[in-house]
């Protein structure tokens, strides 16, 4: 079960999809292999990345349901089940429990303003969800709701099940050191995973966050950092994150980024296509020859560091 010690690398994993649209269940088992291979220590499933919204209730519980068969039980799996209602996130999240994830997601509605709307909604997905652990994501770029340090420690204190944030605030670096400084002060302390397509990881876990929730074509990276900075070498932190950068900085396009992603992780082998399930686009040859440029130049970077 998920708990405030959760850290590490949770990749949000893509669905592979056939190029007629329909899912690719082999792709998943090759695809869940894949990020444990290169150090995930846990799975995220169903996020924003993963095309969730093109997905119906029947796939979501059946790419579920295949992921936990491929890990066994060797990683945590957290699964998104933001809805519209709380009816559907209650259904969901009750069957990727009984399926054997380890705990789910929640990211706030579009529609909350004040700083009592967003606790109380909180509040509500508490009482939806019951005893199942779960990750707030504070994504304000996307969902346009803006929580701030002293909500989260009110939502922390307040509801026990909640045991990880998923911090996507930008620029959010403060927030990660404003929450540390008040957890050190005797305020509840919950696990702080990052995401951004990691753009920011090397100095995020400087500030007090426990690892990376987020896509990125080689996790292992994030894997990398997050491990160099616990072991205490913040410069080699810094090498095996500047070795990657400008594919990070690429793949972080707004609109075309996950077609990016899914496009080099065909490439290396991870899924069978790089399809979008419609409505998504595809790349142009010219940008197929700019990934395969900065995928040369990063290779040569990760010889020159023994990688």
């Not at 708990?3 to 994993?13: C, L, M, Q, R, S």
């Not at 799975?43 to 919204?53: R, Y």
């Not at 929640?106 to 652990?133: E, H, K, M, N």
Request: with cysteine.
């Amino acid at each position: 079960m998920l708990d405030e010690t959760a850290a590490g690398v949770f990749p949000i994993a893509v669905t592979p999809f056939l190029p007629d649209g329909a899912l690719d269940l082999a792709s998943v088992d090759s695809m869940t292999a894949f990020y444990m291979e290169r150090g995930a220590t846990g799975l995220t499933l169903l996020g924003i990345m993963g095309e969730a919204p093109k997905l119906t209730a029947a796939e979501s519980l059946t790419v579920v349901k295949r992921v936990l068969q491929g890990t066994q039980g060797r990683i945590p799996v957290v699964v998104g089940v933001s809805a519209p209602g709380f009816a559907p996130m209650g259904e969901l999240a009750e069957a990727v429990m009984a399926a054997g994830a380890a705990g789910v997601m929640v990211a706030p509605p579009s529609s909350l303003r004040t700083d009592d709307q967003i606790f109380d909604y909180y509040a509500q997905t508490v009482r939806t969800l019951g005893p199942i652990p779960f990750v707030l994501q504070d994504f304000p770029l996307v969902t346009s709701v803006q929580i701030p340090v002293s909500v989260l420690l009110r939502i922390f204190a307040a509801f026990p099940t909640c045991v990880m944030l998923k911090h996507e605030d930008w620029p959010g670096l403060d927030k990660i050191t404003a929450l540390r400084a008040a957890q050190a002060k005797g305020a509840r302390r919950v696990s702080i995973l990052c995401g951004n397509g990691g753009q920011f990881l090397s100095e995020e876990v400087a500030r007090g966050a426990d690892g990376a929730m987020t896509g990125f074509a080689y996790p292992e990276m994030m894997a990398g950092v997050v491990a160099a900075h616990r072991a205490g070498e913040a410069e080699r932190a810094r090498d095996i994150f500047d070795a990657y950068l400008p594919l990070v900085r690429y793949e972080a396009q707004p609109v075309r980024g996950l077609a990016i992603r899914k496009h080099i992780l065909a490439r290396r082998g991870a899924i069978a296509h790089g399809h979008l399930r419609a409505p998504g686009g595809s790349l142009t040859a010219e940008t197929i020859a700019e990934i395969d440029t900065l995928i040369a130049r990063q290779e040569a970077r990760l010889a020159a560091l023994g990688l």
